[in-house]
């Protein structure tokens, strides 16, 4: 168990629609990153937040949005969702200094069906 | 150009032996760190070992190594005496830059497959 909890574990949801992802880091760590793993596009980083503020954005569609609240959970929310929208969405956290710390220890993973 | 590259799709090894699984990676950035991870079937990522490109020693973590060569930019996991949970998938990846907030890219992954 990495520390690092997802809700929900599976969702299937019809193409158009909104979803929104939830990620609560490991106690203590500060950065939170989401990921997209799919058969197509193997694992692609889509944004990192530290304490609360956007410090990294990769591949992320403009219809994905995400933030970090003040308890440092996350939320990746996903609109208009398309039928290549499916895929596994990780989250992963990480503390604060340099060096080995940027390990990331990932959550189980957000099973996305769009049908 | 890709940023890390993973050129075995699929390596099979006896129980046992020793494995080494490769990776290049590509950037100018005098600073980053080189990570590997594990996916068994399950679909969880372990994270299992880690480098920093000023590290001067290879690291390690019990049965893995990183066989870290800067001047090729290459960062081969060695995992040694195989074992039959060991079978999943391995993904080399990069965090760029010196400061928190660089991007991670990750290779497309070797299927290691342990046989008894």
């Known amino acids: 168990d990495s520390g690092v909890t997802q809700t929900p574990k599976h969702l299937i949801t019809a193409t158009g629609q909104r979803v929104t992802l939830r990620c609560s880091p490991r106690?203590?760590?500060?950065?939170v990153y989401w990921y997209q793993q799919s058969l197509d596009q193997g694992l692609q980083f889509l944004i990192q937040?530290?304490?609360?503020?956007?410090?990294a954005k990769g591949n992320i569609l403009e219809r994905f949005s995400a933030q970090q609240f003040p308890d440092l959970h996350s939320e990746l929310n996903l609109s208009s969702l398309e039928l290549g929208d499916s895929a596994l969405y990780f989250c992963?956290?990480?503390?604060?200094?340099?060096?080995?710390?940027?390990?990331?220890?990932f959550g189980p993973g957000t099973r996305l069906t769009v049908t | 150009a890709q940023k890390i590259t993973q050129t075995q799709p699929g390596m099979f090894v006896q129980e046992k032996e020793a494995v080494t699984l490769d990776c290049t990676y590509d950037?100018?950035?005098?600073?980053?760190?080189l990570f590997w991870y594990k996916q068994p079937s399950s679909g969880e990522m372990i994270f299992l070992i880690y480098?920093?490109?000023?590290?001067?020693q290879n690291a390690t973590e019990g049965r893995y190594s990183l066989n870290f060569q800067k001047a090729r930019k290459s960062a081969n996991l060695v995992i040694s005496a195989s074992q039959l949970g060991d079978s999943a998938m391995y993904f080399c990846?990069?965090?760029?830059?010196?400061?928190?907030?660089?991007?991670?890219?990750f290779g497309t992954g070797t299927s290691l497959t342990v046989i008894p």
């Open positions: 992963a956290s990480s503390s604060r200094d340099r060096g080995r710390s940027y390990e990331q220890y």
């Open positions: 106690s203590g760590d500060l950065s």
């Open positions: 937040y530290y304490n609360g503020e956007e410090r």
């Open positions: 950037t100018s950035d005098p600073s980053y760190g």
């Open positions: 480098q920093g490109s000023y590290d001067q």
């Open positions: 990846a990069m965090r760029e830059g010196a400061f928190t907030g660089n991007q991670f890219y």
